[in-house]
C-alpha cells in the first residue's frame, strides 16, 4: 500500500482544568494533528505536542514541518517498507522529535490497518492491560486532597503528585493525601527538575515512612551524576524523565553505575514507536522498567504510546492520563479505561475514528 495523500493542521484544546509544575501553568494546549492516507481510503492517524521546556521544540517549528508542505517525501511511498521509513522520518526531524511522533504514529496506524490487526498485536503484545495514575498538579493542601478525592471516586487507584515549587509544601500535600487516604492510594511524584541534590535528600528523609511508589526527574536534565550518588535502593525508584530523551540518553543512563531504575518513555520526546521500542530494548536488556507518560495530549498519540507499552515485557507503570485533561478531543475510540485500567480497543491499527 503506497500513500496517497498527507495533511497537518493544528487543534487547540482548552483543559478540563488548569494545572501547575514545577516550571509552568497550564490552562489551554495546542497539538498538531496529521492524516496519511494509502491506497483503499485508509487513513493513519497521528498527533503531535511539542514539549519546548524539555527538547526545545516550539509549536511553530513543528508546525512549520508538519503543516506546509514537507510530508511531501511520504508520497508514492509504500507504508509496509515502515522501518525504512522511519529511518528516514527520524533523521528529518531529530529537532523537531514531537512532529516525527505524529507522522510516526500516522505510518504504524496505516500498516497496522493494512495487515487488519491491532497495532499491539502487529508489535508483539506482552500485556493485556495495565493501570495508569492520573495527575495533581501543585496546588494547596485541601485542593490536593480534594482532587484526589474525586479521581478515586472515578475508579483510578494511583495518583501521580507534581512537585518541586515548594519542599515544606511538598511533604505536606503528600502526608495529607497518606492520612486521608491511607494505604489506599498509590502515591507517585512528579518533580520536573525542581530539586536541588540537598533538596532530594530532605525529600527522601521526609517521605521515608509514606511508601512513595516512585519519584520522577527530581534533579536538573544534565545532573545524572547527582542521580548516581544516591542509594542504590533508591536509584531503583527514581525515574528519568527530562534525562531521557533519545535511544542514547537511554545508553548512557544505564552506564554504571545506573542512574536510574525506570525510564519514563514519552513519544513526544524521542521522536515516536520506532525509536521508543529502541529505548525499550535497552531497559530490558539492563534491567529497568519502563514507565509511558505523555503530556496533555489528543486520544490518538495516547492510544499510540498505550499499544507501543503493552507490546514491551519490560512495561510496568503508565501514567497515560494527558487526554483526560482536554475539553474535547477530534476522535474517539482507541483505548478502554475501566477502574483505573487501560487497555485497547479490538480495532486494527490504532482503533481511533475522528469525529465528524
Not at 49 to 55: F, G, H, K, L, S
Not at 134 to 149: N, P
Not at 317 to 330: A, C, Q, T, V, W
Request: with cysteine.
Amino acid at each position: 500500500m503506497k500513500v496517497t495523500t498527507t495533511e497537518a493542521w493544528v487543534e487547540s484544546f482548552e483543559l478540563t482544568r488548569p494545572y501547575t509544575i514545577a516550571f509552568k501553568t497550564f490552562d489551554s494546549v495546542q497539538n498538531v494533528m496529521v492524516k496519511i492516507q494509502g491506497e483503499r481510503g485508509r487513513v493513519g492517524l497521528g498527533a503531535a505536542a511539542p514539549i519546548p521546556e524539555v527538547t526545545g521544540e516550539t509549536l511553530e517549528a513543528c508546525q512549520g514541518y508538519l503543516v506546509d508542505g514537507q510530508l511531501d517525501w511520504l508520497i508514492g511511498k509504500e507504508v509496509r517498507e515502515l522501518p525504512a521509513l522511519c529511518r528516514e522520518n527520524h533523521r528529518r526531524t531529530a529537532a523537531i522529535p514531537a512532529a516525527g511522533a505524529a507522522v510516526d504514529m500516522a505510518l504504524y496506524d496505516l500498516l497496522a490497518q493494512e495487515l487488519e490487526v491491532p497495532l499491539v498485536e502487529m508489535l508483539g503484545r506482552a500485556h493485556q492491560s495495565l493501570p495508569t495514575s492520573i495527575t495533581i498538579g501543585i496546588k494547596s493542601v485541601s485542593e490536593t486532597v480534594a482532587e484526589a478525592q474525586e479521581y478515586l471516586g472515578r475508579g483510578f487507584r494511583i495518583l501521580k503528585v507534581k512537585l518541586g515549587r515548594s519542599l515544606q509544601e511538598d511533604l505536606e500535600r503528600l502526608r495529607a493525601l497518606r492520612n486521608r487516604f491511607g494505604k489506599e492510594v498509590g502515591i507517585r511524584v512528579d518533580v520536573n527538575q525542581g530539586y536541588s541534590r540537598r533538596q532530594l535528600y530532605e525529600f527522601l528523609s521526609g517521605t521515608r515512612d509514606l511508601g512513595i511508589e516512585l519519584l520522577e526527574q527530581p534533579l536538573p536534565a544534565n545532573d545524572v551524576d547527582g542521580m548516581r550518588k544516591v542509594a542504590e535502593d533508591v536509584r531503583q525508584r527514581l525515574a528519568a524523565d527530562e534525562s531521557l530523551l533519545t535511544d542514547h540518553d537511554a545508553l548512557a543512563l544505564v552506564s554504571p553505575p545506573r542512574a536510574c531504575g525506570i525510564f519514563n518513555i514519552k513519544l513526544m520526546k524521542c521522536g515516536g514507536i520506532h525509536t521508543a521500542l529502541r529505548i525499550a530494548t535497552v531497559a530490558e536488556l539492563a534491567g529497568v522498567e519502563l514507565m509511558w507518560g505523555c503530556m496533555d495530549e489528543s486520544r490518538i498519540s495516547i492510544t499510540a504510546a498505550l499499544h507501543a507499552a503493552l507490546a514491551c515485557p519490560a512495561t510496568r507503570y503508565l501514567d497515560l492520563d494527558g487526554s483526560f485533561d482536554l475539553g474535547r478531543d477530534i476522535v474517539e475510540g482507541g483505548f478502554i479505561l475501566e477502574n483505573g485500567l487501560l487497555r485497547t480497543a479490538e480495532k486494527p491499527g490504532l482503533g481511533v475514528q475522528l469525529l465528524e
